[in-house]
């Protein structure tokens, strides 16, 4: 059995049905894996997340010796709320040569391609393995648990081909990423008795406004990392949350931020100096008019940077199967940069363009599914 655009649209028509936003459950869309992959008589490994309500799926086609591939990708969409879509986000509608729905390009149309190859992996002198992990979106918090069992249960494999978006270019740098919460606890009175609150609302103001500052600082004064657009460790605050009434001096606000952290610009000294700001410039004048006010900044979840590597394995393969000789490196985060902490040769290279991911209408071409798909298949017989 040969695939082809048709199988590929078929297989992504069911996985984009699957309502996989991070903020549910990802079983369903692992279970029609597990069974289209026992279809071919291929085994499949799951690690589950702590609530048992998601989970990784690690699976092996192939000979259980060294030197395979591993092809990684993330089950998980953002929220499409708020956004106006021309069609049911979560039914893959096609026109004008496009490929409609939540995930097509971001990135479930990678997984379809190598599901619907599965067939064609026989013969293989060296494995493929499949490696689909939860919650990348949300910042990367499968991947670990996912990486350990690669560690564990598989021999050493030569390469691993993360397949974000990336219109088909191989990247071999990212940056990483750390995703943190601020609570300001301030002091409630009458909002006619100024002088007897901490307003949390404005000290969170005043603290947004100074990571803004940073991040002006940085975009003006570096470190660079020249082959990233922008080439700048980034911060940005995306919620704010805070007050009960406009006539009470708020008593919390909390806000969450992220820090897009190039390899030359770490994001622990960012946070530590925030927290050092917070303590010495800010709390000393919230704790003189109400002893309990405090500013409290929480790391939920980060992951490292995809640093490159001259001397990468993973690199000058995806190199040989795309047909180029340049590589490209991206200011987004993904799961490669983990990988490559474990110390496994990591590269990204998938079809579609990062402009749609994320977007209302998510689309990607059948130009690029077709490109994916010669890819994976070049991959399958340089393995044989």
């Known amino acids: 059995m040969t695939a082809g655009l048709a199988q590929v649209q078929t297989l992504l028509e069911r996985l984009v049905a699957f309502d996989t936003v991070s903020r549910n459950s990802n079983l369903e869309l692992i279970d029609f894996v597990r069974h289209w992959l026992a279809r071919y008589g291929v085994a499949s490994h799951l690690v589950t997340s702590d609530d048992g309500e998601k989970a990784n799926l690690l699976a092996t086609v192939g000979p259980m010796v060294p030197g395979g591939v591993v092809l990684s990708g993330h089950t998980d969409v953002v929220p499409v709320d708020g956004q106006r879509w021309s069609s049911d986000p979560f039914r893959l509608t096609e026109r004008n040569g496009r490929l409609y729905g939540r995930g097509t390009c971001d990135m479930k149309c990678f997984l379809a391609i190598a599901l619907a190859l599965v067939p064609e992996m026989r013969g293989l002198k060296r494995p493929v393995h499949l490696a689909f992990s939860y919650d990348e979106e949300i910042?990367?918090?499968?991947?670990?648990?996912?990486?350990?069992?690669?560690?564990?249960?598989?021999?050493?494999?030569?390469?691993?081909?993360?397949?974000?978006?990336?219109?088909?270019?191989?990247?071999?740098?990212?940056?990483?990423?750390?995703?943190?919460?601020?609570?300001?606890?301030?002091?409630?009175?009458?909002?006619?008795?100024?002088?007897?609150?901490?307003?949390?609302?404005?000290?969170?103001?005043?603290?947004?406004?100074?990571?803004?500052?940073?991040?002006?600082?940085?975009?003006?004064?570096?470190?660079?990392?020249?082959?990233?657009?922008?080439?700048?460790?980034?911060?940005?605050?995306?919620?704010?949350?805070?007050?009960?009434?406009?006539?009470?001096?708020?008593?919390?606000?909390?806000?969450?931020?992220?820090?897009?952290?190039?390899?030359?610009?770490?994001?622990?000294?960012?946070?530590?100096?925030?927290?050092?700001?917070?303590?010495?410039?800010?709390?000393?004048?919230?704790?003189?008019?109400?002893?309990?006010?405090?500013?409290?900044?929480?790391?939920?979840?980060?992951a490292p940077p995809l640093a490159h590597e001259q001397?990468?394995?993973?690199?000058?393969?995806?190199?040989?199967?795309?047909?180029?000789?340049?590589?490209?490196?991206?200011?987004?985060?993904?799961?490669?940069?983990?990988f490559q902490r474990a110390g496994l040769a990591s590269v990204i290279c998938g079809p579609g363009s990062i402009e749609q991911a994320h977007q209302p209408d998510e689309y990607i071409t059948l130009e690029q599914v077709q490109a994916g798909l010669e890819f994976q298949r070049r991959l399958i017989a340089a393995l044989c």
């Open 311 to 338: 001397a990468n394995p993973a690199l000058e393969l995806a190199c040989r199967l795309a047909g180029v000789d340049t590589t490209t490196q991206v200011p987004f985060a993904a799961e490669a940069g983990l």
């Open 139 to 302: 910042g990367c918090r499968g991947a670990p648990g996912l990486i350990e069992a690669i560690r564990v249960r598989l021999p050493p494999p030569a390469a691993v081909i993360v397949g974000e978006p990336t219109g088909m270019d191989v990247v071999s740098a990212h940056k990483g990423i750390a995703v943190l919460r601020t609570v300001v606890t301030g002091h409630e009175a009458h909002s006619s008795q100024t002088h007897r609150g901490v307003s949390a609302v404005t000290t969170a103001a005043r603290l947004i406004a100074h990571l803004d500052d940073l991040a002006r600082h940085r975009a003006v004064a570096g470190p660079f990392a020249a082959a990233i657009e922008p080439p700048q460790t980034t911060i940005h605050v995306g919620t704010v949350h805070g007050g009960t009434a406009v006539n009470i001096i708020s008593r919390e606000c909390r806000f969450e931020w992220d820090i897009r952290a190039i390899a030359e610009d770490p994001p622990e000294p960012i946070v530590e100096a925030f927290r050092r700001h917070c303590a010495e410039r800010v709390e000393p004048g919230m704790k003189r008019i109400a002893p309990g006010c405090s500013v409290a900044t929480k790391v939920l979840v980060e």
